[in-house]
């Protein structure tokens, strides 16, 4: 069984670099590229681990999995989005105060919809309260996935297949 990354974009494959100092906007789909060192490592991600993804990121209330895999394309991601977790913005949650609670509430939701066994999630906001067995931090939105010890972090987490059922969550 493939394991699943839970995937954010903002602070994660995009610094706050691209998103705070590059104005300008990438004429395929309207937002800023991605980090190119951010998208190395996770492309080394990518090929050492062969995981399903699923985006978690808010970008996919802009765009269609079709219209993500393309963004992937063009910012020279070698894999596919696969799926996205639901959208409980704006029914269960509606105060940016609990933007951590509802990303991880549906990254939970999702998990538990589709039994997803071997996963991993990846943001820069702190879900470790919602999720302490099967998040990778990225602190420092200005460096994402390219955070020294972070790559190594995720493939160690996904490729370990001793690790703990994801079924022992907390919601």
Not at 73 to 79: A, H, P, S
Not at 93 to 100: D, G, H, K, N, R
Request: net charge negative; aromatic share 12%.
């Amino acid at each position: 069984m493939r394991p699943t990354i839970f995937l954010d974009i903002d602070g994660v494959l995009a610094t706050t670099h691209q998103f705070y100092t590059n104005q300008k906007k990438w004429p395929d789909y309207g937002r800023y590229r991605f980090d190119d060192k951010c998208v190395k490592v996770f492309n080394e991600v990518l090929k050492k681990t062969d995981p399903i993804i699923v985006l978690s990121s808010d970008w996919k209330l802009e765009y269609t999995i079709n219209a993500l895999n393309n963004i992937f394309k063009v910012n020279d991601i070698e894999g596919v989005v696969s799926d996205i977790t639901p959208s409980l913005w704006g029914t269960k949650f509606t105060s940016y105060a609990q933007l951590e609670d509802c990303r991880a509430d549906e990254i939970l939701k999702y998990v538990h919809e589709h039994d997803t066994e071997h996963w991993v999630a990846i943001d820069d906001l702190d879900l470790s309260p919602w999720i302490p067995d099967n998040f990778i931090h990225c602190r420092r939105a200005n460096e994402g996935i390219k955070q020294s010890s972070i790559k190594d972090k995720i493939i160690k987490m996904i490729s370990n297949e001793s690790k703990q059922e994801s079924s022992n969550f907390k919601r």
